[in-house]
C-alpha cells in the first residue's frame, strides 16, 4: 500500500523513516537536522559508530545505512545520501532511484512493514520535485509490484510519501491517482 500524507516525518509511528542524509551521517539541515534533534545525541553517537568508507564518508550517494530510532517513534532511521541535482545528465536520477531501492531493501531486510521516506534531495540539493517524485513513486511501485515471477510485497510493507508542504504532497498525489 502506498499513502501519501503532509506533515512532519519525526512524528510517524513507523518501523523505519528515512532521513535524506549528508555523507557523513551527522546531522544537517532540513529533514537531517529535524530527524537528528528528535532523536536525540544518541543517534549521532550511532552513526558515528558507521564505518566510514573513505574518508568523511559514512553512507556514499545512493547507499542506505540502518541505525535504531532512539526518541523517535519509529523504531529505525534509514539513510540514505540523494544526490546534489546538476542538470539530470551526470547519473542524479540513477542515484535517486538506488536511495529508495537500497532503502526498500534495508527494510525488508530488517523486517519493517512500514516506511516513510521524505521528498529525497529536493531540499537544498535541488532536484526539480516533480522529477524526483516520478523516481521515487516508479522504485516503490516496482518494490511493491514486482514482475509476475516475484512475490509481490503491497500487502507486507506500507510505504508512505511524507511531504512537508501540501505542494509536494499534491505532486505525489497526481502520480498515484
Not at 536511495?99 to 534531495?121: D, H, K, M, V
Amino acid at each position: 500500500m502506498i499513502k501519501i500524507i503532509q506533515g512532519d516525518i519525526t512524528t510517524l509511528a513507523v518501523d523505519a523513516i528515512v532521513n535524506a542524509a549528508n555523507q557523513v551521517m551527522l546531522g544537517g539541515g532540513g529533514v537531517d537536522g529535524a530527524i537528528h534533534r528528535v532523536a536525540g545525541y544518541e543517534l549521532y553517537k550511532a552513526c558515528f559508530k558507521v564505518p566510514e568508507v573513505s574518508p568523511g564518508v559514512r553512507c556514499p550517494t545512493g547507499e542506505a545505512r540502518i541505525t535504531p530510532g532512539f526518541k523517535l517513534p519509529a523504531k529505525f532511521v534509514i539513510h540514505t545520501v540523494g544526490p546534489v541535482y546538476r542538470d539530470g545528465q551526470h547519473g542524479e536520477p540513477e542515484k535517486l532511484a538506488a536511495c529508495y531501492r537500497n532503502s526498500l531493501a534495508l527494510a525488508a531486510e530488517n523486517g519493517c512493514t512500514s516506511i516513510a521516506f521524505p521528498c529525497i534531495s529536493t531540499g537544498i540539493y535541488g532536484y526539480p520535485k516533480e522529477a524526483a517524485a516520478q523516481i521515487a513513486v516508479r522504485e516503490v511501485r516496482e518494490f511493491l509490484f514486482p514482475t509476475e515471477t516475484q512475490r509481490r510485497r503491497e500487502e507486507e510493507m506500507e510505504v508512505i510519501f511524507c511531504c512537508f508542504s501540501e505542494y509536494d504532497a499534491n505532486v505525489y498525489r497526481s502520480l498515484i491517482a
